[in-house]
């Protein structure tokens, strides 16, 4: 079962500094058939205006996972951290027991990021942030686990979820395969290009909701960076 869901059907949201888009209900979005996706409740593509962001605000029993597409988020949070994640890279904040942080574009230019939240499997716990590299060249033309709190997975930043969160580029022609455990969810959306899952077409910041196979099969029409999520 592949569920396309296309980028002019999202839920959206705009001020003068950010224009967002949700696959899911969220804030003044509601659609009761997108409520989430296994442990998966939030995907967010976001649009940040330069020197602009989210201010001080709290979260709590949540594994929150933001990938920069374009420009750099600057975090700040309660607990003293503090960092730059730029195009490319990864975030992951881990609210536990409760957390304040702050997200801002410090750049001058715009800043795009996909921000996905994580139902823990454990309630609670103390909260903590982290952020790390991963290149782009090294994850030509397969899918690679950036965030995960699966076991194996000791490579990727840790989450404390039973689920993956995983990137990758392909150039056009190029596929990569991905097998699903059965009763898994997997949510796939686009930063760029264009891809066929399964043989069903995907464009460029559309989603695709996957459950039910055995393997995914993504084949990219033209240049793509792929971020997926993979739940119970």
């Known amino acids: 079962m592949i569920e396309v869901r296309s980028f002019d059907s999202l839920g959206a949201f705009q001020t003068d500094w950010l224009n967002a888009k949700h696959h899911f209900s969220f804030g003044h979005y509601h659609d009761a058939k997108r409520i989430g996706w296994g442990a998966l409740r939030v995907w967010n593509d976001d649009e940040i ?27 700040e949070d309660s607990l003293g951290n503090k960092g730059r ?16 942080h702050a997200e801002y574009n410090m750049e001058d230019e715009l800043t795009r990021i996909f ?16 952020a790390r590299e991963f290149p782009k060249g090294e994850r030509s033309g397969e899918l690679v686990v950036l965030a995960s709190g699966r076991k194996g997975d000791e490579d990727a930043l840790p989450i404390r979820a039973d689920a993956r969160v995983l990137g990758g580029t392909l150039q056009a022609g190029q596929s990569t395969t991905y ?16 891809v066929t899952v399964n043989g069903t077409q995907v464009s460029g910041r559309d989603g695709a909701a996957i459950r039910d196979v055995d393997t995914i099969t993504i084949t990219a029409l033209e240049d793509a960076e792929v971020v997926m999520v993979d739940t119970k």
């Open 49 to 75: 205006q330069p020197q602009t962001g989210f201010p001080p605000h709290p979260h709590a029993e949540m594994e929150i996972i933001t990938y920069v597409r374009d420009g750099a988020i600057t975090h």
């Open 85 to 100: 994640t730029v195009a490319g890279d990864i975030q992951v904040m881990s609210a536990g027991s409760g957390i304040r």
């Open 115 to 130: 921000q996905i939240w994580i139902m823990p499997d454990e309630r609670g716990g103390q909260p903590y942030w982290n």
């Open 179 to 194: 097998a699903l455990e059965p009763g898994r969810h997997a949510y796939l959306a686009l930063a760029k290009g264009q």
